[in-house]
């Protein structure tokens, strides 16, 4: 028992609200999209006796459903099995709908009256029915579609039922046996797959023991019932070892045996009483034919106990138990699991028996809320099949497990379920449980099987209930057969190998799963902030809603699967950072070569005169590129490397343009697509003393000067450009608070101003000069960088905290975004801010846009490009801390959230999905490039150089990006890393290394060296992402929860 409460509580914590079982949840029951393993089985089941048909034809044997179903009063309606779906005729159609839906396999039964019409070889074959099934095996070969074959599926022949009673008698083991090797030698040199029995648990009781089913013994006893089983286990384990002795060697197949297992569970798992209820139920009501084939060779200590009551009040009659020898025979008698499950119950313990009977002593229970199918016993239940599945596993030795039947049935009503919503519904939360079984817990599950391939006779419910994916019209002497929609379902699922990222199949299932899982209401919510929207619909879904430094399994989980085709995997530099080579070849001088040769200005006194040396050793880095199989490669250009002074009119710099080319050029000869970033943060300085640089107006034409040369020179093979990186922190760095060149120190926040200004309106020209004069003959698209960070509401159940968080999204990231994807101008909040300085600055002139710049501005960009490091949590202040833009507001980090060498930066994955989904709902779901996403360590000895923190920030990062893709629907198109390689990190100069190349800044020959984070990202690349059984998947898996909690280790990569 202990085994089953560990996994009871195990599976529970991890899988769901531990006693509201009829409650959606979403850590249980989210969708999971991905695909099945390459060689996983599809299939779909019938029987013999319910979709044959003639009962009688060719020499064909009564049967004991024949018999029991011409009784009066034993099938609902008096139906019978006489021509059922008439399969012996219309065998061939049959194979056609198969081959149509895409199926590579097809498990049905053999009928064994049919082959011995008295049921023993003695009394003589049947050819007729040897010919048939021949047919039947050679045409689903003839069109690529494997069987799989029932030895056993009910259909007794009343011969035998007569002549020894059935299963109660011994000697139907050795009568089997004879049948079953027969069926081996005449159909094993094409059948590789056997099931011996059927459900066993369930033909013993309902024949043996309640009589509803043939042949409608009942024996309340419980011996009739205990005997069948008793043989059965017998003959299964003769029948395996006759395969294993004569036919295994020649033919290669494999025999198993198909046991009903439904889940139990524990009322409430932390309830001893309750767990051992379930327990009690798992092995009375589901192991008595598991735990001795694939665990002792005997039946579990439950059940063993009830056959030893039983002996002790029947004294006088004959219980058997297993021989030594029989539990040797029996034990390890499959070669894999067969698993026949659709639904699960409540087990709880009762404190007083309701009666007698084997489980009268528990409590058995289904809540209300369950969805129920047409049968009276079957409800949707999902999470119950990973149950059973995880219990199989644990405890009868991780077979491989062959899922051989699992389906859903509607009523036999007028006009029929043709739209058969409830079984679609339940293939796809069940077959998604199998995936989340195979891959997150190891569960060797190698098939599934549809039940059924059709509508057929439904044993002692006749043709009243129909469990089939093709509708068959019983009352037509034709027998038709029609397509309902969950055929069409099941096919795009085969076609699919399951729910890839990007299939159509995959988009409908999240489109239907709250429908479909019983989710969450639509309600009309009245949108008064774009936070209210992310922390009422995301953070309810995704996270706890105050403890933001917590590992939350709903939001935080590790979602495998592969990107869109067609995604761009990128790194990235710029120009000051690696070039060097600052006043080479007639470059003119930047603000940051001023800015960092004056004392105090950067750290250590660090300069980017050298850099990484990429002016001279960018073949090297086209090279180290290649070795990471990247694709795209974004860097920028220097402007005072092609302009010296800044201005057309000063002449070019053709040592410049030469470089660029070049380094074009050996790009593309690598198979590596460029973009071209015109301008990140390294102005001419003559443009700087001569202008006052981004302030003034005249930069607007100057700068477009520039970009139109750069379009003219190189768009012929550059298609992706930028125009500006980060404007918000060149501005509010360079000409606010002066840490960054040119080093302005404006504390009315003019200066910070006017420079957005007039970079918003240079952009907007420069990307209509691109459109006017250069899209027709390049083809190329022109967009901005934008820094983002996400501000999480410090309650999102306040709504003056969501309020603080819009706020922050307005006026800190929303700057540059909403007048370029919304209006042409700034945000509403942000305009307050405006008009504030405004009226503190009367006699300056503080423009807005004119009617005409709006126009200009607004869709000036053919992508979003995004950079997003990191996020924050934002609340309310009562009494503002100063006079600043952001000093009315409380912006704070989780104590928890794993920081970086750089002090801004903080690993906070969740807030880039919930930065794209900002993107998606307030600027108009544009196409979004991420331009820039990477993690500081420090300038240490010895270096750096098993990256585990910036691996960890990569795979869970790029984790969110593949949730807000297939979950929410961002159309992001690009991820690129930053940075290539360590490099000049700006007023910090080389004491922080964002590279996944490790540069010896030492060295004047500045060596680069593969970092851990470099190899990592070559597997994301060549992977596409994280598909399913990739290495480095697994490798996600393993690190998942400690990159989380922060203690990931290098052995671990």
């Not at 008295?118 to 099934?133: H, L, P, S």
């Not at 419980?222 to 003769?238: Q, V």
């Not at 994807?821 to 008009?835: A, E, I, W």
Request: net charge negative; proline share 5%.
């Amino acid at each position: 028992m202990l085994a089953f409460w560990t996994l009871s509580m195990l599976l529970t914590t991890a899988c769901g609200d531990v006693y509201d079982y009829s409650a959606y949840d979403p850590t249980r029951d989210d969708f999971r999209p991905g695909t099945f393993p390459d060689d996983f089985i599809w299939s779909t089941a019938t029987a013999s006796y319910q979709i044959e048909g003639a009962w009688e034809a060719d020499g064909k044997g009564e049967s004991i459903w024949d018999r029991f179903s011409h009784t009066p009063g034993k099938v609902d309606r008096g139906d019978t099995g006489d021509v059922a779906c008439d399969s012996y005729n219309k065998y061939r159609e049959d194979v056609q709908l198969m081959k149509a839906m895409g199926l590579k396999y097809y498990r049905f039964s053999l009928s064994w009256p049919r082959i011995f019409p008295d049921g023993t070889v003695a009394g003589g074959v049947n050819q007729a029915g040897v010919d048939y099934y021949n047919n039947v095996i050679d045409e689903l070969l003839a069109n690529g579609i494997t069987p799989m074959v029932t030895l056993y599926h009910w259909d007794l022949p009343q011969a035998l039922q007569d002549r020894y009673g059935g299963w109660v008698n011994e000697s139907m083991v050795q009568i089997y046996n004879d049948y079953a090797s027969f069926a081996f030698r005449s159909f094993g040199d094409r059948v590789k797959l056997w099931l011996t029995f059927n459900e066993a648990r369930v033909f013993c009781y309902n024949g043996y023991l309640y009589g509803s089913h043939a042949p409608g013994i009942q024996d309340q006893s419980l011996l009739s019932s205990y005997l069948c089983g008793h043989t059965i286990l017998k003959a299964h384990a003769k029948a395996w070892h006759t395969y294993s002795t004569l036919y295994r060697a020649s033919q290669g197949g494999k025999v198993g045996i198909t046991v009903s297992m439904n889940w139990g569970e524990p009322q409430d798992p932390s309830l001893p009483a309750d767990v051992a209820a379930a327990d009690y139920y798992m092995q009375v009501s589901n192991s008595q034919f598991a735990h001795p084939i694939y665990v002792n060779g005997d039946y579990p200590p439950d059940f063993k106990v009830l056959v030893q009551k039983f002996r002790q009040a029947f004294p006088d009659i004959n219980v058997p138990d297993f021989s030594e020898e029989e539990k040797a025979s029996i034990r390890g008698s499959s070669d894999f699991f067969g698993l026949n499950h659709y639904t699960s119950s409540i087990v709880g313990h009762r404190d007083t028996p309701a009666g007698e009977g084997p489980l009268d002593n528990i409590n058995i229970t289904t809540p209300q809320e369950w969805r129920r199918a047409a049968s009276d016993w079957l409800y949707a239940v999902p999470w119950g099949m990973r149950r059973v599945l995880n219990y199989i596993k644990e405890k009868f030795g991780d077979p491989e497990v062959y899922i051989t039947e699992n389906g859903w049935s509607d009523g036999d009503v007028t006009p029929p379920v043709m739209e058969d919503t409830g079984r679609i519904c339940y293939y796809m939360t069940y077959i998604d449980e199998v995936l989340k079984a195979i891959y997150e817990d190891g569960v060797k599950v190698k098939s599934y099987t549809a039940w059924s391939f059709m509508d057929n006779f439904e044993w002692a419910r006749g043709y009243t209930e129909r469990f089939g994916l093709h509708y068959v019209d019983f009352t037509d002497p034709n027998r038709p057969r029609t397509p309902k929609e969950s055929a069409g379902f099941y096919k795009d699922i085969i076609a699919n190998n399951g729910f890839p990222e990007g299939a159509e199949v995959t988009r409908m299932v999240q489109d239907m799963w709250r429908q479909c899982r019983g989710g969450w209401k639509s309600t009309n919510v009245v949108r008064v902030v774009v936070p209210l929207i992310f922390c009422v619909v995301i953070s309810t879904v995704h996270c706890a809603a105050h403890n933001h430094g917590e590992y939350n399994p709903v939001r935080d989980a590790f979602l495998p699967g592969s990107f869109p085709d067609g995604f761009i995997w990128s790194t990235a530099t710029s120009a000051y950072q690696i070039e060097g080579g600052w006043n080479a070849d007639g470059k003119g001088e930047s603000i940051w070569d001023r800015f960092s040769h004056t004392p105090g200005k950067v750290d250590r006194g660090d300069t980017g005169d050298v850099a990484c040396d990429s002016y001279n050793k960018y073949r090297e880095d086209v090279q180290l590129m290649k070795a990471m199989g990247l694709k795209y490669y974004r860097f920028s250009l220097s402007w005072p490397r092609i302009f010296p002074d800044g201005t057309v009119a000063g002449g070019v710099n053709q040592a410049g343009v030469d470089y660029y080319n070049n380094v074009i050029d050996e790009l593309l000869a690598n198979g590596i697509t460029p973009m071209v970033t015109l301008y990140h943060w390294d102005l001419p300085q003559a443009l700087q003393d001569r202008y006052g640089g981004w302030v003034n107006e005249s930069m607007v034409q100057i700068y477009n000067d520039y970009a139109s040369f750069a379009f003219r020179s190189f768009g012929d093979r550059v298609k992706l450009w930028l125009t500006f990186n980060d404007a918000k922190i060149l501005c509010n760095d360079g000409y606010f608070n002066g840490q960054h060149a040119p080093g302005i120190r404006d504390p009315s926040t003019l200066s910070s101003y006017l420079c957005g200004h007039t970079i918003l309106k240079a952009h907007a020209k420069a990307w209509h000069t691109y459109n006017t004069f250069y899209r027709a003959s390049q083809g190329g698209k022109v967009g901005i960088t934008v820094s983002l960070d996400w501000a999480e509401p410090q309650d999102p159940s306040l709504p003056a905290d969501v309020a603080a968080a819009d706020y922050y999204m307005q006026v800190s990231n929303s700057q540059f975004a909403h007048p370029i994807y919304v209006n042409g101008d700034y945000p509403p909040d942000f305009k307050v801010l405006v008009q504030k300085l405004r009226q503190a600055l009367p006699d300056k002139n503080v423009p807005d846009f004119s009617d005409e710049e709006k126009a200009l501005i607004r869709g000036s960009s053919d992508f979003f490009g995004l950079n997003h490091y990191t996020s924050c949590i934002v609340g309310h202040r009562d009494t503002p801390a100063g006079k600043g833009p952001l000093d009315n507001i409380n912006i704070t980090r989780s104590p928890e959230w794993r920081r970086a060498a750089s002090d801004w930066l903080y690993a906070v994955p969740w807030g880039m999905r919930r930065v794209l989904n900002y993107i998606k709902e307030t600027f108009g779901d544009p196409e979004v490039y991420i331009t820039e996403n990477g993690w500081s360590d420090g300038d240490v000895t010895p270096p750096v150089m098993e990256d585990a923190d910036r691996i960890c920030y990569y795979m869970t990062y790029i984790d969110e990006v593949l949730k807000a893709i297939n979950y929410d629907k961002v159309n992001v198109r690009a991820y690129t890393a930053w940075s290539i390689m360590d490099n000049m990190e700006w007023e910090d100069g080389y004491t922080q290394r964002f590279g996944m190349h490790h540069v010896n800044f030492a060295d004047p020959n500045r060596f680069r060296t593969p970092k851990q984070s470099a190899k990592f990202y070559r597997d994301i690349i060549a992977n596409n992402g994280y598909p399913e059984g990739a290495e480095v998947t697994k490798m996600v898996r393993e690190m998942w929860g400690k990159c989380w909690n922060g203690s990931v280790v290098i052995d671990e990569l």
